[in-house]
């Protein structure tokens, strides 16, 4: 079975751009939440989604916006880049929501310059 | 808002030796989650426990509920397991939000 897998690894982008990254759950898995880890720092959650809705976010502005598919897949997509949307951006699957073991994918490195 | 603290922040051990990290959290939760970060940014997930201990291989995760602390130990340490420990609880208001600790980096030599 494949593990969460994201795309594209690595991406520059110039500042004022938009950006969509993109998350593939593992098969049997609802629910997809979004991190965003700048270097030093913790992973800050952004989002959660679960059967297709928005479930939680956290405290980001309205540049960042997400969505589920059918398919339980989802894409994380910023507006108007600033140089400090520069982070890992970190998917991670879970079987519903709640309590659940969360499983990581490897991340989107997003350099904004 | 739940707020979690670790320790070490760094630690630095000779291959073999008994390691130990440290967490605390202010407020009461559901369970707790252990996880190990490796450079390049790759996040897996080692433990998720609620109560007493749990052990995988050569790692071992303790809670105490009642005190809010849980440590993670590692056993004759290697360096391949040299990376970032995190450990991370639930917001009050929620279980899908997950608030992390800062890290431990643990750094084994040989």
């Known amino acids: 079975d494949a593990g969460v897998t994201q795309s594209p690894t690595h991406l520059i982008k110039t500042r004022g751009q938009q950006v969509t990254l993109r998350c593939s759950p593992i098969?049997?898995?609802?629910?997809v939440s979004w991190y965003q880890q700048v270097l030093g720092q913790g992973p800050q959650f952004i989002f959660q989604?679960?059967?297709?809705?928005?479930?939680g976010r956290g405290n980001f502005p309205d540049r960042f916006s997400a969505r589920q598919f059918p398919n339980y897949s989802s894409e994380l997509n910023v507006n108007a880049l600033l140089l400090g949307d520069s982070a890992l951006y970190l998917c991670?699957?879970?079987?519903?929501?709640?309590?659940?073991?969360?499983?990581f994918g490897p991340g989107t490195r997003l350099t904004v310059t | 808002k739940n707020e979690v603290e670790q320790s070490p922040q760094n630690l630095t051990a000779q291959e073999g030796e008994f390691i130990t990290i440290n967490c605390s959290y202010s407020?009461?939760?559901?369970?707790l989650h252990w996880l190990q970060q490796h450079p390049g940014g790759g996040i897996v997930s080692l433990f998720m426990?609620?109560?007493?201990?749990k052990k995988h291989g050569r790692l071992i995760a303790t809670i105490n509920i009642q005190e809010k602390h849980s440590s993670l130990h590692i056993t004759a340490s290697h360096p391949r397991d040299s990376a970032v420990y995190i450990c991370?609880?639930?917001?009050?208001?929620?279980?899908?939000?997950?608030?992390w600790g800062a890290g431990t980096k643990l750094i084994i030599k040989p």
């Open positions: 407020v009461g939760i559901s369970a």
């Open positions: 991670a699957s879970m079987i519903g929501t709640g309590m659940y073991e969360q499983y």
């Open positions: 098969s049997g898995h609802k629910s």
């Open positions: 989604y679960y059967e297709k809705e928005e479930r």
């Open positions: 426990l609620s109560s007493g201990k």
């Open positions: 991370a609880v639930p917001a009050t208001d929620s279980n899908y939000q997950l608030i």
